[in-house]
Nanobody, 126 residues
């Protein structure tokens, strides 16, 4: 049974930082590209960032809205993915979901998830 469990969400002030984690089990994590999505109240779920299986600092992609502020990374030995979020803004408020896709060899354009986590709330106040 595949499980993706997010943690690290919370309530912060604008300009603060948070680091989200996503722990994967029930699959061979190193075979999967991984990513983060978010959904704000009343809005559709949107892509945030993705990282390919062979992360070498170049195999990542970001939404324009978070580029330069958020950093995605992974530790295949720990079956865990991270999202470091700096300079948070109120518009970053959302439920953040981690997701994985069996690798297609690229994350350009994002990923099409095979599995989703349950989400973790991030609230940024001004």
């Amino acid at each position: 049974q595949v499980q993706l469990v997010e943690s690290g969400g919370g309530s912060v002030q604008a300009g603060d930082s948070l680091r989200l984690s996503c722990a994967a089990s029930g699959l061979t994590f190193r075979w999967y590209a991984a990513g983060w999505f978010r959904q704000a109240p009343g809005q559709e779920r949107e892509f945030v960032a993705a990282i390919d299986i062979n992360w070498s600092g170049g195999s990542t992609t970001y939404a324009d809205s978070v580029k330069g502020r958020f950093t995605i990374s992974r530790d295949n030995a720990k079956n865990t993915m991270y999202l470091q979020m700096n300079s948070l803004k109120p518009e970053d408020t959302a439920v953040y979901y981690c997701a994985v896709e069996r690798s297609t060899g690229t994350v350009v354009g994002g990923i099409r998830p095979d599995y989703w986590g349950q989400g973790t709330q991030v609230t940024v106040s001004s």
